[in-house]
């Protein structure tokens, strides 16, 4: 990871309120910026709605990573992917995180609340922003992707 300050974008719906919440000050904390593009409370909405700006601010460059999360992370994962130049991967162990970066080059990762515990939340975030694109044949197929 570099050393300048990294700025995370967070969209959620009302599924992954409490766990967005969570991630935004567990990131505070570790000295990274956060842009926050709610939901901001569990009443039920539309994930696109929230998922759309997220994902857009990692295009447009405006924020360096997004972090997106629902009840099961799939639509929300789906609803980033629709951006040009996101690259969602949903995130469910320390494994799928690390080569969601190292394997994807993963912009931007989607979390579901309702399928891990908050503890394996933050590890998938660490593992993710700390890992690093190997590049090489991975390269060839992500850019496939544009």
């Not at 593992?127 to 690093?132: S, V, Y």
Request: glycine share 10%; charged share 25%; net charge neutral.
């Amino acid at each position: 990871m570099d050393k300048r300050i990294l700025k995370i974008s967070l969209g959620c719906d009302h599924a992954g309120f409490a766990y967005k919440e969570s991630i935004k000050n567990f990131l505070q904390n570790k000295g990274y910026v956060t842009k926050d593009f709610g939901t901001f409370s569990d009443v039920t909405v539309d994930y696109p709605d929230f998922i759309k700006p997220a994902a857009e601010a990692v295009s447009e460059g405006l924020c360096d990573y997004g972090i997106v999360l629902g009840g099961s992370g799939n639509g929300e994962a789906m609803a980033a992917n629709k951006i040009a130049g996101v690259r969602c991967a949903l995130c469910w162990s320390e494994e799928t995180a690390r080569l969601a970066k190292e394997h994807n080059n993963a912009n931007v990762i989607s979390i579901g609340q309702r399928q891990i515990s908050e503890n394996m939340a933050h590890t998938i975030v660490t593992i993710w922003l700390d890992a690093i694109f190997e590049g090489g044949r991975h390269l060839k197929r992500i850019q496939k992707l544009d």
